[in-house]
């Protein structure tokens, strides 16, 4: 299973950004995919996940209303649409797939098996 994740750069506040994770070797219809951040000194985070049966999916409270996550099986791809974006959202944005099919599990980095390489998102004027 390999992921790619893509689509960081440097955006202003309030600006918007499209990111991508590309899976192979693994449909998305058998996998859920999360998105996490690291921010510069601080510990990795849950952002957002869609489960891989019926695109359930969970938002962290401090993206809820900005962040849409959404996936195309044909393409087997998970988009994370990022709006109204603040510098608080600047970090090493990864894309990880789990096996789990319970949403409360896929909120933890733990449910995790395979993780992409990480895309940096900067949020500034």
């Known amino acids: 299973v390999q992921l790619q994740a893509s689509g960081g750069g440097l955006v202003q506040p309030g600006g918007s950004l499209t990111l991508s994770c590309a899976a192979s070797?693994?449909?998305?219809?058998?996998?859920?995919i999360g998105w996490f951040r690291q921010a510069p000194g601080r510990e990795r985070e849950g952002v957002s996940c869609?489960?891989?049966?019926?695109?359930?999916?969970y938002y962290a409270d401090s993206v809820k209303g900005r962040f849409t996550i959404s996936k195309d099986n044909r393409k087997n791809t998970v988009d994370l649409q990022v709006n109204s974006m603040k510098p608080e959202d600047t970090a090493v944005y990864y894309c990880?797939?789990?096996?789990?099919?319970?949403?409360?599990?896929?909120?933890?980095?733990?449910?995790?098996?395979?993780w992409g390489q990480g895309t940096q998102v900067t949020v500034s004027s």
């Open positions: 869609i489960s891989a049966s019926d695109g359930t999916t």
């Open positions: 990880a797939a789990s096996s789990s099919v319970i949403l409360s599990n896929l909120q933890s980095q733990a449910a995790y098996a395979y």
């Open positions: 070797g693994v449909s998305l219809r058998y996998v859920a």
